[in-house]
């Protein structure tokens, strides 16, 4: 069973910047889309930035020009670069992927990490 592990979470002062990072506890490439989605405490969860297989990405309006989202296939991770924090990007965040392979076999599937709390004070 794969699983994905973040880490990097934490408190930060508001304009303070932090970056989480999500690793496949096992080799899962080639992968198609691997994102990081968050939720707000009393909210549901919601895209936070995604990057599929080409490279191209999507960014919520709320963190555009603040996160950069970047992978590495060849070790099976995903970052998330966050700057410019504000009290509004306190969520718990979760690491994505969409379709993976293993063992030469592809899997339409979607795994999602654990997740790792980030909270920013004002």
């Known amino acids: 069973q794969v699983q994905l592990v973040e880490s990097g979470g934490g408190l930060v002062p508001a304009g303070g910047s932090l970056r989480l990072s999500c690793a496949a506890s096992?080799?899962?490439?080639?992968?198609?889309?691997m994102a990081w989605y968050r939720q707000p405490p009393g909210k549901q969860r919601d895209l936070v930035a995604r990057?599929?297989?080409?490279?191209?990405?999507d960014y919520a309006d709320s963190v555009k020009g603040r996160f950069t989202i970047s992978r590495d296939d060849a070790k099976n991770t995903v970052d998330l670069q966050m700057n410019s924090l504000g009290p509004d990007d306190t969520a718990v965040y979760y690491c994505?992927?969409?379709?993976?392979?293993?063992?030469?076999?592809?899997?339409?599937?979607?795994?999602w990490g654990q997740g790792t709390q980030v909270t920013v004070s004002s």
């Open positions: 994505y992927v969409n379709g993976y392979t293993r063992d030469n076999h592809f899997y339409p599937n979607d795994i």
């Open positions: 096992r080799s899962i490439s080639p992968i198609n889309t």
């Open positions: 990057m599929f297989r080409g490279g191209s990405t």
